[in-house]
Protein backbone atom coordinates (compact mmCIF):
# COMPACT_ATOMS: atom_id res chain seq x y z
CA UNK A 1 0.00 0.00 0.00
CA UNK A 2 1.11 3.34 -0.97
CA UNK A 3 0.30 6.65 0.36
CA UNK A 4 0.40 9.62 -1.66
CA UNK A 5 0.22 12.92 -0.18
CA UNK A 6 -1.64 15.31 -2.52
CA UNK A 7 0.15 19.19 -0.95
CA UNK A 8 -2.26 22.33 -2.19
CA UNK A 9 -0.27 25.23 -0.51
CA UNK A 10 0.06 29.20 -1.04
CA UNK A 11 2.42 30.45 1.63
CA UNK A 12 5.12 29.74 4.26
CA UNK A 13 7.55 27.35 2.67
CA UNK A 14 9.26 26.23 5.70
CA UNK A 15 5.83 25.55 7.05
CA UNK A 16 5.29 22.93 4.47
CA UNK A 17 9.01 21.83 4.32
CA UNK A 18 8.25 20.87 8.01
CA UNK A 19 4.72 18.97 7.22
CA UNK A 20 6.53 16.96 4.68
CA UNK A 21 10.07 16.30 7.09
CA UNK A 22 7.10 14.91 9.56
CA UNK A 23 5.32 13.01 6.98
CA UNK A 24 7.76 11.13 5.22
CA UNK A 25 7.88 7.14 5.68
CA UNK A 26 8.18 4.17 4.15
CA UNK A 27 5.87 4.13 1.05
CA UNK A 28 4.77 7.46 0.41
CA UNK A 29 5.42 10.59 -2.05
CA UNK A 30 4.68 13.65 -1.54
CA UNK A 31 2.95 15.83 -5.07
CA UNK A 32 2.63 19.63 -4.04
CA UNK A 33 0.40 22.32 -6.20
CA UNK A 34 1.68 25.79 -5.41
CA UNK A 35 -0.73 28.43 -5.62
CA UNK A 36 0.11 30.06 -9.24
CA UNK A 37 0.08 33.90 -7.46
CA UNK A 38 2.83 32.21 -5.06
CA UNK A 39 6.36 32.93 -5.70
CA UNK A 40 7.44 29.02 -6.60
CA UNK A 41 10.91 29.58 -6.68
CA UNK A 42 11.20 30.41 -2.30
CA UNK A 43 8.95 26.65 -2.14
CA UNK A 44 11.58 25.05 -4.51
CA UNK A 45 14.85 26.45 -2.82
CA UNK A 46 12.73 25.07 0.65
CA UNK A 47 12.08 21.78 -0.60
CA UNK A 48 14.20 19.75 -3.38
CA UNK A 49 12.28 17.68 -5.67
CA UNK A 50 13.29 14.27 -5.80
CA UNK A 51 11.48 10.30 -5.76
CA UNK A 52 9.22 11.34 -3.18
CA UNK A 53 8.91 14.51 -4.08
CA UNK A 54 6.92 16.00 -6.96
CA UNK A 55 5.59 19.39 -7.74
CA UNK A 56 2.86 20.43 -10.30
CA UNK A 57 4.72 21.56 -13.50
CA UNK A 58 4.12 25.40 -14.19
CA UNK A 59 1.36 24.62 -17.13
CA UNK A 60 -1.01 23.15 -14.63
CA UNK A 61 -0.53 25.33 -11.57
CA UNK A 62 -3.90 27.38 -10.80
CA UNK A 63 -4.97 30.34 -9.09
CA UNK A 64 -7.04 29.62 -6.67
CA UNK A 65 -9.39 32.51 -5.40
CA UNK A 66 -11.47 31.84 -2.24
CA UNK A 67 -14.45 29.20 -2.47
CA UNK A 68 -14.26 28.90 -6.00
CA UNK A 69 -12.99 25.89 -8.46
CA UNK A 70 -9.48 26.47 -8.00
CA UNK A 71 -9.20 24.08 -4.72
CA UNK A 72 -10.91 21.48 -7.51
CA UNK A 73 -8.69 22.17 -10.55
CA UNK A 74 -5.54 22.07 -8.36
CA UNK A 75 -6.31 18.55 -7.12
CA UNK A 76 -7.11 17.61 -10.72
CA UNK A 77 -3.57 18.70 -11.10
CA UNK A 78 -2.12 16.94 -8.40
CA UNK A 79 -3.92 13.84 -9.37
CA UNK A 80 -2.41 13.76 -12.86
CA UNK A 81 0.62 13.70 -10.98
CA UNK A 82 -0.32 10.15 -9.28
CA UNK A 83 0.80 6.63 -10.90
CA UNK A 84 -2.32 4.85 -10.04
CA UNK A 85 -1.15 1.71 -11.59
CA UNK A 86 2.37 1.29 -10.41
CA UNK A 87 1.39 2.80 -6.90
CA UNK A 88 -2.25 1.79 -5.75
CA UNK A 89 -3.00 2.67 -2.08
CA UNK A 90 -4.37 6.37 -0.83
CA UNK A 91 -4.43 9.93 -2.06
CA UNK A 92 -4.40 11.92 0.86
CA UNK A 93 -5.50 15.67 0.23
CA UNK A 94 -4.12 17.96 2.69
CA UNK A 95 -3.32 22.15 2.80
CA UNK A 96 -0.30 23.41 3.59
CA UNK A 97 -1.17 24.43 6.98
CA UNK A 98 -2.36 20.58 8.22
CA UNK A 99 -0.37 18.73 10.46
CA UNK A 100 -0.37 15.15 11.23
CA UNK A 101 -1.49 14.42 15.16
CA UNK A 102 -0.49 10.69 15.15
CA UNK A 103 2.90 8.91 14.48
CA UNK A 104 3.88 8.03 10.85
CA UNK A 105 3.54 4.16 12.12
CA UNK A 106 -0.13 4.97 13.13
CA UNK A 107 -1.32 6.20 10.29
CA UNK A 108 0.35 3.58 7.75
CA UNK A 109 -1.35 0.76 10.05
CA UNK A 110 -5.06 2.92 10.03
CA UNK A 111 -5.51 3.49 6.62
CA UNK A 112 -3.63 -0.64 6.13
CA UNK A 113 -6.14 -1.61 8.68
CA UNK A 114 -9.06 -0.32 7.12
CA UNK A 115 -7.70 -0.95 3.63
CA UNK A 116 -11.48 -1.69 2.35
CA UNK A 117 -12.59 2.17 2.87
CA UNK A 118 -13.03 5.34 1.70
CA UNK A 119 -12.76 8.44 4.32
CA UNK A 120 -14.81 11.53 3.63
CA UNK A 121 -17.49 13.37 5.31
CA UNK A 122 -20.29 13.15 2.78
CA UNK A 123 -23.96 13.91 3.37
CA UNK A 124 -27.15 13.67 0.91
CA UNK A 125 -28.39 17.31 -0.53
CA UNK A 126 -30.36 19.04 0.72
CA UNK A 127 -29.07 18.76 4.07
CA UNK A 128 -29.84 21.37 7.15
CA UNK A 129 -26.20 20.81 7.67
CA UNK A 130 -25.50 23.67 5.21
CA UNK A 131 -27.14 27.26 4.91
CA UNK A 132 -30.85 26.95 3.38
CA UNK A 133 -29.97 23.36 2.96
CA UNK A 134 -27.41 23.47 0.63
CA UNK A 135 -29.50 24.72 -2.13
CA UNK A 136 -27.48 27.71 -2.60
CA UNK A 137 -24.53 25.47 -3.77
CA UNK A 138 -27.05 23.75 -6.26
CA UNK A 139 -29.27 26.05 -7.81
CA UNK A 140 -27.54 29.42 -7.07
CA UNK A 141 -24.75 30.95 -8.90
CA UNK A 142 -21.27 32.08 -7.07
CA UNK A 143 -19.93 35.15 -9.34
CA UNK A 144 -16.49 36.72 -8.32
CA UNK A 145 -16.42 40.33 -8.65
CA UNK A 146 -12.62 40.70 -8.40
CA UNK A 147 -9.52 38.69 -7.51
CA UNK A 148 -10.16 40.03 -4.22
CA UNK A 149 -10.93 37.71 -1.16
CA UNK A 150 -15.02 37.59 -0.56
CA UNK A 151 -15.67 39.85 -3.07
CA UNK A 152 -18.44 37.82 -4.79
CA UNK A 153 -22.03 37.25 -5.24
CA UNK A 154 -24.02 34.49 -4.35
CA UNK A 155 -27.15 34.87 -6.79
CA UNK A 156 -29.80 32.87 -8.15
CA UNK A 157 -31.02 32.88 -11.83
CA UNK A 158 -34.04 35.13 -13.27
CA UNK A 159 -36.12 31.99 -13.60
CA UNK A 160 -35.99 30.92 -9.87
CA UNK A 161 -38.82 32.82 -7.68
CA UNK A 162 -35.86 33.63 -5.24
CA UNK A 163 -34.75 35.98 -7.14
CA UNK A 164 -36.80 38.55 -6.55
CA UNK A 165 -35.92 39.71 -3.09
CA UNK A 166 -34.40 43.40 -2.31
CA UNK A 167 -31.34 41.60 -2.08
CA UNK A 168 -31.46 40.23 -5.16
CA UNK A 169 -31.97 43.22 -7.15
CA UNK A 170 -29.35 45.51 -5.16
CA UNK A 171 -26.73 42.81 -6.18
CA UNK A 172 -27.90 42.76 -9.90
CA UNK A 173 -27.73 46.73 -9.63
CA UNK A 174 -23.92 46.23 -7.73
CA UNK A 175 -23.09 44.18 -11.30
CA UNK A 176 -24.42 47.38 -13.38
CA UNK A 177 -22.57 49.61 -11.69
CA UNK A 178 -19.33 47.57 -11.66
CA UNK A 179 -19.87 47.36 -15.39
CA UNK A 180 -20.52 43.22 -15.27
CA UNK A 181 -23.11 42.76 -17.96
CA UNK A 182 -21.63 39.39 -18.72
CA UNK A 183 -23.45 38.44 -15.13
CA UNK A 184 -26.31 39.84 -16.16
CA UNK A 185 -26.26 37.20 -19.27
CA UNK A 186 -25.42 34.39 -16.87
CA UNK A 187 -28.16 34.74 -14.42
CA UNK A 188 -30.72 34.73 -17.65
CA UNK A 189 -29.78 31.36 -17.99
CA UNK A 190 -31.71 28.72 -15.01
CA UNK A 191 -29.04 26.62 -13.38
CA UNK A 192 -29.90 22.95 -13.00
CA UNK A 193 -27.82 20.24 -11.33
CA UNK A 194 -26.74 17.61 -13.57
CA UNK A 195 -29.54 14.84 -14.07
CA UNK A 196 -27.35 12.15 -14.21
CA UNK A 197 -26.22 12.93 -10.51
CA UNK A 198 -27.62 12.90 -6.69
CA UNK A 199 -26.37 15.39 -5.54
CA UNK A 200 -24.09 15.41 -1.86
CA UNK A 201 -21.90 17.17 -0.09
CA UNK A 202 -18.89 17.09 2.83
CA UNK A 203 -15.61 18.30 4.24
CA UNK A 204 -13.26 19.38 1.59
CA UNK A 205 -10.12 17.54 3.23
CA UNK A 206 -10.55 13.50 2.50
CA UNK A 207 -8.81 10.67 2.20
CA UNK A 208 -9.97 7.92 -0.77
CA UNK A 209 -8.41 5.09 -2.50
CA UNK A 210 -6.88 5.02 -5.93
CA UNK A 211 -9.23 2.71 -7.25
CA UNK A 212 -12.12 5.38 -6.64
CA UNK A 213 -9.92 8.11 -7.76
CA UNK A 214 -9.55 6.70 -11.44
CA UNK A 215 -13.57 5.89 -11.35
CA UNK A 216 -14.29 9.21 -10.78
CA UNK A 217 -10.92 11.00 -13.13
CA UNK A 218 -13.04 8.36 -15.48
CA UNK A 219 -16.17 9.87 -14.82
CA UNK A 220 -15.06 13.54 -15.44
CA UNK A 221 -13.44 12.36 -18.96
CA UNK A 222 -17.28 10.69 -19.48
CA UNK A 223 -18.81 14.14 -18.17
CA UNK A 224 -16.98 16.84 -18.99
CA UNK A 225 -20.03 19.41 -18.03
CA UNK A 226 -19.77 18.23 -14.89
CA UNK A 227 -16.46 20.37 -14.24
CA UNK A 228 -17.74 23.35 -16.18
CA UNK A 229 -21.23 23.40 -14.08
CA UNK A 230 -19.07 23.56 -10.95
CA UNK A 231 -17.03 26.43 -12.59
CA UNK A 232 -20.59 28.33 -10.66
CA UNK A 233 -21.00 26.49 -7.63
CA UNK A 234 -20.00 28.02 -4.12
CA UNK A 235 -17.15 26.42 -2.27
CA UNK A 236 -17.40 23.10 -5.35
CA UNK A 237 -14.31 21.58 -3.30
CA UNK A 238 -17.13 20.69 -0.90
CA UNK A 239 -19.61 19.22 -3.37
CA UNK A 240 -17.84 17.83 -6.59
CA UNK A 241 -16.12 14.58 -5.78
CA UNK A 242 -18.86 13.84 -2.75
CA UNK A 243 -21.33 13.16 -5.36
CA UNK A 244 -19.55 11.14 -7.83
CA UNK A 245 -18.20 8.75 -4.76
CA UNK A 246 -21.88 7.08 -4.11
CA UNK A 247 -22.23 5.98 -7.77
CA UNK A 248 -19.57 3.48 -7.27
CA UNK A 249 -19.85 2.05 -3.97
CA UNK A 250 -21.42 -0.90 -4.71
CA UNK A 251 -19.52 -1.72 -7.84
CA UNK A 252 -16.53 -1.11 -5.62
CA UNK A 253 -17.92 -2.48 -2.10
CA UNK A 254 -15.93 0.10 -0.41
CA UNK A 255 -16.92 1.12 3.61
CA UNK A 256 -16.86 5.16 3.95
CA UNK A 257 -15.87 6.47 7.08
CA UNK A 258 -15.05 9.62 8.31
CA UNK A 259 -12.57 11.97 7.39
CA UNK A 260 -9.67 11.89 9.08
CA UNK A 261 -9.29 15.66 9.29
CA UNK A 262 -9.72 17.37 12.32
CA UNK A 263 -10.66 21.40 12.07
CA UNK A 264 -12.29 24.09 14.26
CA UNK A 265 -15.10 25.80 13.09
CA UNK A 266 -15.87 27.03 16.88
CA UNK A 267 -14.01 30.62 17.78
CA UNK A 268 -13.09 32.31 14.99
CA UNK A 269 -10.12 34.20 14.04
CA UNK A 270 -11.13 37.74 14.72
CA UNK A 271 -8.98 40.29 12.46
CA UNK A 272 -9.40 44.14 11.54
CA UNK A 273 -9.46 45.29 8.02
CA UNK A 274 -9.83 49.28 8.79
CA UNK A 275 -12.47 50.24 11.03
CA UNK A 276 -14.05 46.71 10.19
CA UNK A 277 -13.86 43.15 12.20
CA UNK A 278 -13.45 40.19 10.09
CA UNK A 279 -14.21 36.85 11.26
CA UNK A 280 -12.23 33.97 9.32
CA UNK A 281 -12.66 30.09 9.94
CA UNK A 282 -11.68 27.42 10.26
CA UNK A 283 -9.67 29.02 13.04
CA UNK A 284 -5.57 29.04 13.26
CA UNK A 285 -4.54 26.90 16.24
CA UNK A 286 -2.35 27.88 19.06
CA UNK A 287 -0.99 26.20 22.07
CA UNK A 288 -4.88 26.76 23.57
CA UNK A 289 -5.76 24.32 21.64
CA UNK A 290 -3.59 21.36 22.91
CA UNK A 291 -5.62 19.84 24.98
CA UNK A 292 -8.67 19.70 22.30
CA UNK A 293 -5.47 18.05 19.97
CA UNK A 294 -4.55 15.33 22.35
CA UNK A 295 -7.47 14.50 23.03
CA UNK A 296 -9.17 13.77 19.51
CA UNK A 297 -10.69 10.25 18.80
CA UNK A 298 -8.36 7.29 17.58
CA UNK A 299 -9.40 7.86 13.99
CA UNK A 300 -8.33 11.72 13.77
CA UNK A 301 -4.85 11.42 12.12
CA UNK A 302 -4.62 14.80 11.29
CA UNK A 303 -5.78 18.37 11.84
CA UNK A 304 -5.72 21.93 10.65
CA UNK A 305 -4.88 24.99 10.22
CA UNK A 306 -2.02 25.72 11.82
CA UNK A 307 0.16 29.07 11.00
CA UNK A 308 3.74 29.60 11.23
CA UNK A 309 3.17 33.12 11.79
CA UNK A 310 0.14 32.60 14.65
CA UNK A 311 2.13 30.31 16.40
CA UNK A 312 4.80 27.97 16.16
CA UNK A 313 4.83 26.39 19.73
CA UNK A 314 1.70 24.46 18.82
CA UNK A 315 3.42 22.06 16.27
CA UNK A 316 6.53 21.90 18.53
CA UNK A 317 4.33 20.73 21.24
CA UNK A 318 2.62 18.72 18.86
CA UNK A 319 6.49 17.06 17.82
CA UNK A 320 7.42 16.19 21.54
CA UNK A 321 4.28 14.78 23.11
CA UNK A 322 2.39 13.25 20.32
CA UNK A 323 4.65 12.23 17.31
CA UNK A 324 7.56 11.46 19.00
Same mark, same amino acid.
Given at each position: ???? #???????????????????? #?? &?????????????? !????????? &???????????????? +???? *?????????????? =?????? #??????? !????????????????????????????????? +???????????????????? *????????? #?????????????????????????? !???????????????? *???? +?????????????? =??????????????????????????????????????????????????????????????????????? =???????????????????????????????????
Amino acid at each position: MHLH #YLLIAHKNPEQLKRLIERLK #YK &NCSFYIHIDKNANI !QEFKRSILE &NDQITFVPEVDRIESK +WCDI *GTVNATLALLKQVD =FEKKPG #YCILMSG !QDYPVKSNEYIYNYFLKHKDSEFINIFSLPNPI +WLNNGLLRLAFYKIDLSSKK *GDLLVIPSI #YNKEFYTIKNIVKTIICIVRGRIDIL !QKISKKRTYPSYLEAH *GGDT +WWTLSTETLSKILD =FKKIHPDYLLYHTDTFCPDETMFHSIIPLYQNELKRRILPSTTYSNWTNPDVYKVGMFSKYQLPRSMNMDD =FETIQSLPEHILFARKFDFDIDIQILDKIDETLLN
